[in-house]
């Protein structure tokens, strides 16, 4: 027999103003099962607690119902209080009588009326509950790092530093990212190299961290604090192990036609390659497209010069599996193609350059070691003209809807040092608006107008064309001015928006997180929690979750990493108990569940069953992790049998609120 | 069904709310003192998809006269995506009540954000009003579950 | 037809390729078929039966008899291979235990219609050029053949055959069939001539279960209206109105899994047309999320398990035909 209690809260007059407390404890304690009535002034308040412990205590009771504010406030003080009395928390019930009731309504007698329906639905519900326990699940002290730029590095020295191991799996030959390319930094303009290389060293060298370089995931199973993840070491033809990096091989190889991407296909590398020269890991890697021994079987050049015997043509991928507790995504960006602007000539034109291709020109281990000239024709440049917003803010299919928020300050920094060390060059910068919050970046910006006499035009470049004399003539309107312009400039710089790095997508699916429609990763709460994803244990940082300038990155990065360390030093997660559970007796196993289910919490396995016939059967029957379950309830609708159903609002509590509302 | 004292036909509405987004909702058209009618009792539920039609069905039958689902706005479900399910769930329910020739009215699903106390209230006032217009549910009541 | 299956069940038997055959054999009268196990050449030669009235879906009996020892043989009609397609796809039959054979399918005729007709007695029928010559215990009757045949094959949706190991006979085609008619009739009725419609039809109902027991989508192991837990368990009407619940509900379970096989009304004691509320599901599906065929394959999403990001919105029922 159910012994349940039932408190009624005045608080202050926010309740009892407009609801007959005494009349809704009144009406209460005449429902089945209720042995006590009460109300009080303030039912939060300690004293108001009291009161629940000791009627829990006094007549010991099997259900609490609580008459008061929004579950959402005060649930959880209510149910702490229960458990301090000895009652399983989850055999609390709150009965919304203050937003839902007293404040909306006006009339004592409909508002009073309402509250003891709300009461009689929350005193059905709480019949059927039933007590629950939170599960418990371990947590492998490992975290992986998705990504090698700033952000990954940044994030894996932070976990390091705690104490924990991390991976680092980086597609690419080199960690660094694309920071790596950048020259300078803004607002201050120290070189990207000098503070990331130092970086990706320590990163190198910390004992806790692994690098997988040139590798990538291809499976993540399992949860929150025990991951299983699936890495593959591509084949670079050269033993890491072994290598030197002393870049001997890279000299000699006769193949030297190959883009350099590093220096965005400006310039061109050898067939087999070391990014650049602060390269992390600083091995070799082949680029079987192009190397003439894996093509036609003749060369062997750098097997030969190699002293070490680290050259392996027939090397193959290797898979690895390792557990982990948790997993921090830092898979980037990268400025989207630029082939559907035919406005702008950027495929006509070689002299018509990405912000990232300036970064190269002028950066001094660029192709033109530092100094600034075309690439067609490798002179000077004495008008350059560059383009915001290409690509960003774009309301066609063409580009992206948003902001892409770096570029605006890149720019002005491209300006500066165009002018500083090129006084003769005339810089003009078309602009939609100036974007410059940021601590010291609105200042920064009005040196390059101020000081450095760029020239800011409000208005949009309409067509770009190259001219046969070379110089290129760029048409646009100065809106301020209200005048068409034509510009007959040397260079072209657009600032082309940026997305996030294509094996986003997949990944995501690998990881079932969220993504919004652009493919950045969605944090599980925009402003509370933002470098968390909503499944848990998965982490963001950096600019997969959005465009972000460096300092942001590197914030991001550590505040993921805090979240993970958090993660990482608990023994065991404490699970939410209110989740999905299956009634094997009446499973059907035919997996429409599992559609449903966002987080794969829902596996099916084979299971013997006795039946009523003394015969063992195999069943095909869903089984429900609860440590990966959320809660959401989808499963229990797609069910048809109603196998599946939800711990703390089964179809049978729900099913007794509606009889009571409606009774 | 209720009746009060100037007999005007006083309609029950049940209304589903999904946990993070449209019972927050609600809370906020409280704490705003945003007004709509006593009629509406609503029922807490983590998402819209937990909603079950046969709650809807046993809500009707019971003596219900309307029945409105609110949850997350499609895109920001709390689950990911357990509204969109809700959506394709309810567009066939509805279309199937209809193609019984239970009034169209008597149903709804409408998505109200956390931050949208405002809209929470005023969709109520105007389903409630909807619904009053159609009079007493009869064609899916349960008979036997009438008050006396 | 009859002759040639026996005769390949045989020697599938012979072969131990199958231990088992299902089929059909008669009851008591002519019309009166039942779905069958056959375990021996002798009890094949006996009483297996194929004819105008071997109308009934065997594929829900593979949900038991797949889980069994050995192989066993299945005569599968096009329509009867897409309730087994969807199936295989949710896991409830053992596709590897079953050799299917696919045989041409009906018209199948509706013994209620002969009846209807006055004609009683019935020993047996032959079609001969689409005139039903009926054989009955008071001598020879004859009606036009198409005015026997049942709703359901009335308005078949496909003649071919989805999945089987060997085919008997010609491969068909998928049908260009108007079995949305009657659903897009009721749908131009008012509300209130809806209601009474389906009033009228509804309240026949005596809850009989027995088109949840035909229906191969219907295969739970348990019913949730068996199911104490559900809050719905109910076993047999005391009010008409329960009715609706029942088969809102049933419809809505099997919405985006029903092939549209048609049993449910065909063992329907009461004729009420409750295939038309699978059909409505059908037609929405189709017109709402695209065109989809339940049990057309064994790896497409459920409608109801899936979603677009621009679904329409439940709105849309207040927007379109007739209130």
Known sequence: ?663 | MQVNENKEFQPLIVAFCCNWCSYAGADLSGTNRLNYPSNVKIIRVPCSCRVNPMFILRAFQRGADGVILCGCHPGDCHYTSGNYFTRRRMTLLFSMLDFLGIERDRTRVEWVSAAEGAKFAATMNEFTEAVKKLGPNRRLEDLRCRKQ | MQEAMINRAKQLLADGAVNRVIGWKRGEFAYDITPAVFETAEELEKEFVYDDFTAANVSKYLVKESKKEGKILAFLKPCDTYSFNQLTKEHRVVRENVYIVGIPGGPKLDAEKIKAKGITGILGVKNENYTLKIDTVYGEEIMPFYEAILDKCATCKSKKHVVYDELMGEEGDVLDSNRFDMVEKLENMTAQERFDFWRDQLSKCIRCNACRNVCPACTCEKCVFDNPNSGVENKAPADSFEENMFHIIRAFHVAGRCTDCGECSRVCPQNIPLHLLNRKFIKDINSLYGEYQAGEDTTSRAPLNDYKQDDCEASIVHERGVE
């Open chain 1, 1 to 663: 027999m159910q012994r349940i209690g039932v408190f009624v809260c005045h608080c202050g007059t926010n309740i009892a103003a407009t609801v007959d407390v005494k009349s809704v404890a009144e009406a209460l304690g005449h429902e089945p099962g209720v042995v006590i009535s009460q109300d009080y002034q303030y039912m939060c308040s300690e004293s108001g607690q009291n009161l629940v412990k000791n009627a829990i205590k006094e007549h010991n009771l099997t259900g609490v119902v609580v008459c008061s504010c929004s579950p959402r406030m005060h649930e959880n003080t209510f149910r702490k209080a229960a458990a301090a009395a000895g009652l399983n928390p989850y055999l609390v019930e709150i009965a919304n009588i203050r937003e839902q009731c007293s404040w909306i309504h006006k009339d004592i007698a409909s508002a009073t009326e309402k509250a003891i329906i709300l009461g009689k639905a929350a005193v059905a519900k709480v019949h059927l509950n039933a007590p629950l326990t939170a599960g418990e699940s371990p947590v492998a002290k490992r975290a992986l790092v998705i990504g090698g730029g700033i952000a990954g590095i940044q994030t894996a020295l932070d976990i390091a530093e705690a104490g924990f191991e991390v991976d680092i799996v980086e597609k690419n030959p080199t960690i660094g990212g694309k920071m790596a390319q950048i020259d300078k930094t803004f607002p201050t303009l120290d070189c990207a190299a000098c503070i990331l290389t130092p970086k990706m060293v320590e990163a190198s060298q910390n004992e806790k961290i692994t690098i997988h370089s040139f590798s990538e995931v291809t499976d993540v199973k399992g949860f929150v604090g025990n991951f299983t993840v699936t890495i593959k070491k591509k084949a670079r033809f050269v033993d890491e192990t072994k290598c030197t990096g002393c870049g001997l091989c890279t000299e000699k190889c006769p193949m030297k036609k190959v883009p350099n991407e590093f220096n965005m296909g400006l310039d061109n590398r050898t067939a087999i390659y070391i990014p650049f020269a602060q390269a992390v890991p600083k091995v070799a890697t082949i680029d079987p497209n192009f190397c003439m021994m894996m093509k036609t079987g003749k060369c062997g050049v750098c097997s030969k010069v190699c002293s070490v015997g680290a050259i392996d043509y027939k090397q193959e991928d290797r898979f690895i599996e390792q557990k982990y507790g948790a997993i921090v995504v830092a898979t980037g960006f990268n400025p989207i193609k630029l082939d559907k602007y035919d406005e702008f000539a950027y495929n006509q034109c070689p002299d018509v350059v990405t912000s990232l291709e300036l970064e190269r020109l002028m950066n001094a281990a660029g192709p033109n070691g530092g100094t600034l000239l075309r690439p067609s024709d490798k002179t000077h440049p004495h008008k350059i003209v560059f383009v915001q917003c290409v690509g960003s803010r774009c309301d066609d299919s063409k580009g992206k809807p948003y902001c892409s928020k770096i570029c605006c300050m890149y720019t002005a920094k491209h300006a500066m040092l165009i002018r500083e060390k090129y006084p003769d060059t005339e810089v003009y910068v078309f602009y939609i608006d100036v974007r410059t919050p940021g601590k010291n970046f609105d200042e920064f910006y009005r040196r390059a107008v101020e000081q450095y006499n760029v020239h800011y035009i409000k208005g949009m470049v309409g067509k770009v064309t190259p001219r046969s004399d070379g110089k290129i003539d760029v048409q646009a309107s100065d809106l301020l001015a209200n005048e068409q312009l034509h510009i007959d400039a040397d260079m072209v710089v657009l600032a082309a928006a940026i997305e996030p790095d294509k094996t986003a997508r997949p990944l995501a699916t690998m990881l079932t997180t969220q993504m919004d429609t652009n493919d950045f990763f969605t944090e599980a709460h925009p402003k509370l929690r933002p470098v968390e994803s909503a499944t848990a244990g998965i982490f963001l940082s950096g600019a997969c979750q959005g465009p972000k300038d460096i300092p942001e990155t590197v914030a991001q990065a550590s505040a993921a990493a805090a979240k993970a360390i958090g993660l990482l030093v608990k023994d065991s997660i404490t699970c939410n108990p209110c989740v999905a559970h299956s009634d094997e007796l009446m499973c059907n196993g035919c997996s429409s569940c599992e559609k449903v289910c966002p987080y794969g919490a829902i596996t099916y396995i084979d299971k013997e069953f006795k039946m009523p016939d003394r015969t063992i059967a195999v069943r095909r029957v869903a089984s429900v992790n609860p440590a990966v379950c959320q809660g959401c309830g989808a499963c229990t609708v797609a069910c048809p049998s109603g196998a599946m159903d939800l711990n703390g609002f089964s179809n049978n509590q729900i099913m007794a609120e509606v009889d009571a509302i409606c009774k």
